[in-house]
């Protein structure tokens, strides 16, 4: 048995993975790694319908006992840790660390959630109303739809499913048709989870494969009140108006542009750290990579040239080996739209050091790109474009406010950091006239957050928040009741109306 048959074997998908029509490809050397089959209409139909009824029994179970399931599910997950997270690598082309890291996400949401199902606190109100109260209770709201992107393959899922299940909604998985069976995986270690806790409602947690044409009907059905999609902005312009056109709710994580400015006090050597992880983990294949550098006039040549250097001595490899920092991109598309933006950055007076394809030879059907810097004049158009690769444009400033101007005029509002030890700096960038984005970070890059903060951002990234804080709102309905104690019947307002 092959080592990919016996990692899928353990993970209980090996009889799952058949002839289909979605076929997942390792991005670290193009192989075939298997295929599922697409759902048709009808089977979407049906999986809407089962998810609808498992919402008529999972409503009415007790919180803290459907956290149970998430605890269960968060026992499972750290049982097969490794495996999933191999897999991630294996199909997303993560390093070891980051599929690793990124089922500790799922287990994290999972402890946040299992917490959280004791705490779906409301209000108590005063009422104008002698012998009256008003309360607030959060109700389940309902089938709950999961679309992802390929690039987080397991863990933005978790992030919804763990708080959705323990609100009291069932959910149905669309994930992206890059990662097929990491989801499948997913899927199956849900349903040990579901073995042990024993009394589920079937269809609590569903997956349909498909092409964006999947989305798209489970985006138009009423019988889905929540629709939570994670991937670009193209996407999210697509799903928004169908659901919003039958008064559903969406949750949108969509692309970013994420900035960190440099000033001259900043710790350059923290720095360095914090630009190199931020620019180049992941292959730049995060929502939260950091894509523009605004760097103070004083510091400038220094900082370029730290960057420069730690660029340069990054060597794209198999993210399967101890050592390798920076994996491959996902497909060829990925790449041409890195070079193709290379190109427009040139065009554009840029200059730009680096890049191009990296081990041709040892992998022909995959696509390894060094990192790139380009050094801007301006803030031009391609700088404003989220290119999902390990590019990063380098701008200057000379005064502070210039550079939060710099930072917010982009279409996106996902993440921002600065590096500073000047306080007031620190907090200007924090105030309401900083930074404009849904995560600012002080003295840190603007990737890896942290599974207790609401994540998500403003403009073109969607508006959408998951994870922690108070997120879990969006997966449930609220409801406000007025209770009257007494025997007569006051009315609001102080309105008279006779009997
Ligand atoms: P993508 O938009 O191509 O696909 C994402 C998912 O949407 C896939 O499952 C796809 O099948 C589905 N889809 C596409 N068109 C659809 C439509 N019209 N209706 C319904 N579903 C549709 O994105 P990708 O290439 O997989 O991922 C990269 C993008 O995702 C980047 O822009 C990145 O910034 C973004 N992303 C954002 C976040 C975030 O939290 N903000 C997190 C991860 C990725």
């Known amino acids: 048995m092959s080592a990919t048959a016996a990692l899928l074997d353990r993970l209980g998908i090996a009889h799952l993975v058949t002839e289909g029509d979605i076929v997942s490809r390792s991005p670290i050397d193009g192989s075939?790694?298997?295929?599922?089959?697409?759902?048709?209409?009808?089977?979407?139909?049906?999986?809407?319908?089962?998810?609808?009824?498992?919402f008529k029994a999972w409503r009415t179970v007790p919180a803290p006992r459907r956290g149970e399931l998430i605890r269960l599910f968060g026992e499972v997950l750290r049982e097969h840790k490794a495996d999933l997270g191999a897999l991630v690598t294996l199909e997303a082309g993560k390093i070891v660390q980051e599929g690793l890291g990124e089922v500790q996400e799922m287990i994290d949401i999972c402890d946040f959630a299992v917490g959280l199902s004791r705490q779906l606190h409301g209000l108590t109100i005063a009422s104008e109303r002698p012998r009256h109260r008003m309360v607030?209770?959060?109700?389940?709201?309902?089938?709950?739809?999961?679309?992802?992107?390929?690039?987080?393959?397991?863990?933005?899922?978790?992030?919804?499913?763990?708080?959705?299940?323990?609100?009291?909604?069932?959910?149905?998985?669309?994930?992206?048709e890059k990662t097929p069976l990491t989801a499948l995986a997913t899927q199956a270690l849900f349903e040990k989870a579901l073995a042990r806790f024993g009394d589920a409602p079937e269809g609590l947690s569903q997956l349909l494969f498909g092409l964006r044409e999947v989305g798209e009907q489970i985006a138009a059905d009423p019988r889905v009140p929540l629709v939570s999609a994670t991937g670009?902005?193209?996407?999210?312009?697509?799903?928004?108006?169908?659901?919003?056109?039958?008064?559903?709710?969406?949750?949108?994580?969509?692309?970013?542009?994420?900035?960190?400015i440099v000033t001259p006090s900043a710790d350059l050597r923290l720095?360095?750290?914090a630009i190199l992880f931020a620019a180049v983990g992941t292959a730049g294949q995060r929502c939260t990579t950091l894509r523009r550098l605004i760097v103070h006039n004083d510091c400038y040549d220094k900082v370029v040239s730290a960057v420069k250097t730690a660029f340069a001595a990054i060597q794209p490899g198999d993210p399967r080996h101890a050592g390798t920092l920076m994996g491959p991109l996902i497909d060829k598309a990925a790449f041409d739209a890195v070079t193709k933006a290379l190109d427009a950055a040139k065009a554009q007076g840029g200059t730009v050091h680096g890049g191009g394809r990296a081990l041709a030879d040892t992998f022909p059907d995959a696509w390894y790109a060094y990192p790139a810097i380009a050094e801007m004049p301006a803030q031009t158009e391609i700088v404003k474009h989220e290119t999902f690769g390990p590019i990063l444009y380098v701008l200057r400033y000379s005064d502070f406010e210039e550079a939060v101007a710099m930072q917010n005029d982009v279409p996106q509002g996902l993440s921002s950091s600065i590096i500073t030890r000047d306080l007031l700096e620190a907090e200007r960038f924090l105030a309401p006239d900083g930074s404009d984005c849904g995560i600012a970070n002080v003295n840190m890059g603007p990737s890896g957050a942290e599974i207790g903060g609401a994540f998500g951002g403003e403009k073109e990234t969607g508006g959408g928040r998951e994870s922690g804080s108070d997120s879990w709102r969006q997966y449930m309905r609220r409801q406000t009741s007025a209770i009257n104690?007494?025997?007569?019947?006051?009315?609001?307002?102080?309105?008279?109306?006779p009997e």
């Open 32 to 54: 075939r790694l298997g295929a599922v089959k697409a759902h048709s209409a009808a089977e979407v139909d049906a999986v809407l319908a089962q998810s609808a009824a498992a």
């Open 136 to 176: 607030e209770t959060w109700q389940p709201l309902g089938p709950v739809a999961i679309i992802t992107a390929f690039n987080f393959p397991v863990a933005v899922w978790a992030w919804n499913a763990a708080l959705a299940l323990v609100c009291g909604d069932p959910v149905i998985w669309k994930p992206s």
């Open 232 to 260: 670009s902005t193209r996407m999210g312009r697509e799903v928004a108006p169908v659901v919003a056109k039958r008064f559903g709710r969406s949750i949108l994580e969509l692309g970013g542009n994420n900035a960190m």
């Open 271 to 273: 720095a360095v750290r």
């Open 485 to 497: 104690y007494g025997t007569s019947l006051p009315l609001a307002q102080g309105i008279e109306f």
